[in-house]
């Protein structure tokens, strides 16, 4: 073969996926513990090999051996030699890692202002009112000039709304408290998810993940998600802002030998679990239209129904690894996988769907001019990298020879949105406690101005006048003995 490929395995045929459809997308589904891990690991070798740099995510630990040689192993040496892989040998390939919550890897961080309104209604679980809510906030950023770069800055955008909700109502449409208490909420719940080591600078930079080496091999950067995954709306979000970011950002390329990079989506079906349809609709478009800059995107899941049915008719290079027929929603799986494929005369495909050992897997790629070739029943090909996990002194080996060592690691916290509007309320506070202050000063000085008002009568004044007031009434007679009586206060022990 003439153009550069890369091997996936054989069967009757070998089966390769032709780099000049490699951006034409893929999928790489069955069930778990049929080999999905192993196949993911095999194409990102076979990329990287090519000179194509890739991105992954590892969810169990296990990709991170790519980084390491491969044990020799006598199965390995076999299984390659049937194949036909006559320079199969151990091997460690250029790996960086990344890990958002920058322990395990380079931290990766997004500003509040690239993810946008719409993820992060989705990554906030907001509904159709409170996200529009949520857009008028980064509408009235935007006009202001507030930089919105982390958490704090967009609590204190929300907190400054619900100050002045009056006043935003007259410029952007009206403002309820109780959507922005919601969105209060929502914010204290993704900073106990841990949301807040994802946000900040400095941002990601796009082309730091499409590096290859001085050898011309493409670097494989594995993103450690085995925290992540626990947060499946943060991991969900996180990729399709990078999808996003790649799609916004990169030049159209048009037709080339080889992608410009290769993007494994692992866990599929968490990118569209529970996504409104208006988000379905974007994540589809982009899939059909990034092609033309040069990214082709792997989708790794259990099951092709976990993948909308535009998406999966833009996947034009798969492997399907065996499933299981145990329910009516698995035997539909079976059909709607065995239909996508294109037929092989003798090859029953849904039949043989259900009785794929581990390593092997019904496979079809787009052949000369662009058409998916006859589905073969392959054995996949072993690795050269270590299948498994890496210990801590390794991973701290990897990332001391990183490219990247150093670059993302300190926090950089410029002034943004928290610190404009913190400016703001002192300066607000500060007037109204001045404004309070003159006023006093002119109540003040309008009383010093006005006579001396005569002080009230004291408590021996008063009885003294009542006294006086009594004997007058008794036409002025005993009037001593009756005054000095009301004064000592024998008035009634006198009656």
């Given at each position: 073969?003439?153009?550069?490929?890369?091997?996936?395995?054989?069967?009757?045929?070998?089966?390769?996926?032709?780099?000049?459809?490699?951006?034409?997308?893929?999928?790489?589904?069955?069930?778990?513990g049929t080999g999905?891990?192993?196949?993911?690991?095999?194409?990102?070798?076979?990329?990287?090999d090519l000179g194509v740099p890739v991105f992954l995510a590892d969810i169990k630990g296990d990709l991170a051996g790519l980084s390491q040689a491969g044990t020799a192993n006598p199965k390995l040496d076999e299984r390659a030699a049937k194949l036909g892989m006559s320079s199969y040998h151990q091997q460690a390939y250029p790996v960086m890692f990344w890990d958002v919550f920058g322990t395990q890897g380079h931290p990766v961080r997004a500003t509040i202002s690239d993810m946008g309104p719409?993820?992060?209604?989705?990554?906030?679980?907001?509904?159709?009112?409170?996200?529009?809510v949520l857009t008028l906030l980064f509408k009235y950023a935007d006009d202001n000039g507030l930089l919105l770069l982390d958490l704090k800055d967009l609590r204190a955008l929300i907190a400054f709304a619900a100050d002045n909700t009056a006043a935003l109502g007259k410029e952007y449409g009206n403002v309820s408290k109780q959507s922005l208490g919601i969105l209060q909420r929502e914010l204290l719940e993704l900073e106990a998810q841990g949301a807040e080591h994802f946000f900040g600078e400095p941002a990601l930079q796009l082309q730091d993940f499409m590096q290859t080496t001085l050898e011309g091999r493409g670097i494989i950067n594995v993103l450690a998600a085995d925290k992540l995954f626990l947060?499946?709306?943060?991991?969900?979000?996180?990729?399709?802002w990078l999808l996003a970011e790649l799609f916004e950002n990169l030049p159209e390329r048009g037709d080339a030998d080889l992608p410009l990079l290769v993007f494994f989506f692992d866990e599929a079906h968490l990118l569209f679990n529970d996504a409104p349809k208006g988000l379905i609709d974007k994540v589809e478009q982009v899939v059909r239209l990034i092609r033309s800059k040069g990214v082709g995107?792997?989708?790794?899941?259990?099951?092709?129904?976990?993948?909308p049915e535009k998406v999966l008719g833009q996947l034009g290079n798969r492997v399907q690894h065996a499933l299981r027929a145990f329910t009516p929603r698995d035997q539909k799986a079976v059909r709607s996988a065995a239909d996508t494929f294109r037929a092989k005369p003798g090859l029953d495909v849904a039949t043989v769907i259900t009785e794929l050992g581990v390593g092997e897997a019904l496979v079809s790629t787009l052949v000369e001019g662009g058409v998916p070739s006859p589905v073969?029943?392959?054995?996949?090909?072993?690795?050269?990298?270590?299948?498994?996990?890496?210990?801590?002194?390794?991973?701290?080996?990897?990332?001391?020879?990183?490219?990247?060592?150093?670059?993302?690691?300190?926090?950089?916290?410029?002034?943004?949105?928290?610190e404009r509007l913190s400016a703001r309320s002192a300066e607000q506070a500060s007037a109204a406690a001045l404004a309070t202050e003159q006023?006093?000063?002119?109540?003040?000085?309008?009383?010093?101005?006005?006579p001396a008002a005569r002080q009230p009568d004291s408590v021996w004044e008063t009885a003294a006048k009542s006294a006086v007031r009594a004997a007058s009434s008794e036409m002025g007679r005993n009037i001593g003995r009756q005054l000095l009586r009301g004064l000592l206060g024998s008035l009634t022990k006198s009656r």
């Open positions: 073969m003439s153009n550069p490929h890369i091997f996936i395995g054989k069967g009757d045929e070998p089966c390769f996926i032709d780099g000049r459809y490699a951006n034409r997308h893929g999928l790489v589904a069955g069930a778990t999905k891990t192993v196949t993911l690991q095999g194409l990102a070798e076979g990329f990287s719409v993820l992060l209604a989705r990554l906030m679980g907001l509904n159709d009112v409170q996200e529009g947060q499946p709306k943060l991991y969900a979000t996180f990729l399709l995107i792997y989708f790794v899941t259990q099951s092709p129904l976990d993948i073969e029943k392959a054995k996949i090909r072993p690795p050269s990298s270590r299948m498994g996990t890496i210990t801590p002194e390794e991973r701290t080996s990897v990332m001391q020879r990183s490219p990247c060592r150093g670059r993302y690691e300190q926090i950089v916290d410029r002034e943004s949105a928290y006023a006093a000063a002119e109540k003040a000085a309008k009383a010093a101005a006005k």
